[in-house]
């Protein structure tokens, strides 16, 4: 059962990498058909009639615009490297080797690839607060930052087990020396 589930890690972690990738993709496309866009007049035009948000132009929005697609971009790169970590833990376990250097090593790379993570969502839910007229006409759905909350609770588990490891890398260490 164990071998099954760890299998079955790998598989989505690996899935989960090839999404990430067409989501970079995606971003990087459609940031440039964004901006591409809005250079065009015809676009402002439609945008700030179509918007129905009175005196305010297209270029106060550039600059989030840009910081958005940038911030999603990083992400998606984050999230390709937490499943990438996350892949060679699970592969380590696999071949039952726990307490190791190489382990302690990819929790570390993992606690900053999600500290980075978290990071980069709090400054998306920011804004997207600052900018919701604009983002969203109805922006009842971001008063609420369940990916900010998440990412927070799931900083602090993987800091735990963090210490957790580095601790039982001493015991395991204290072990071998008196034997």
């Known amino acids: 059962m164990k071998k099954l589930i760890l299998n ?7 899935i989960y990498q090839i999404f990430c990738v067409i989501g970079i993709i995606m971003w990087i496309v459609m940031g440039g058909v964004m901006l591409f866009g809005i250079h065009n007049p015809d676009f402002r035009a439609g945008f700030e009639s179509g918007r129905g948000i009175k005196g305010v132009s297209v270029d106060n929005y550039i600059g989030a615009i840009v910081v958005v697609l940038l911030s999603l971009i990083m992400m998606s790169v984050a ?3 937490i499943c990438r970590y ?3 833990i699970v592969k380590n376990i696999k ?7 190489s382990n302690l090593n990819l929790l570390k ?3 900053i690839s999600v500290a980075g993570y978290t990071v980069i969502s709090i400054i998306d839910y920011i804004i997207f607060i600052t900018h919701r007229t604009w983002f969203a006409k109805s922006s009842n759905n971001v008063l609420y930052p369940s990916g900010v909350t998440t990412g927070l609770l799931f900083l602090a588990v993987l800091y735990v087990v963090y210490l957790v490891f580095k601790y039982g890398m001493k015991v395991q260490e204290d072990a071998d020396s008196i034997i």
């Open 8 to 14: 079955l890690l790998t598989i989505f972690a690996w």
């Open 79 to 81: 999230a390709f490297l």
């Open 86 to 88: 996350a892949r060679l």
């Open 109 to 111: 790379k993992l606690l």
């Open 95 to 101: 071949q039952e080797v726990y307490f190791a250097d």
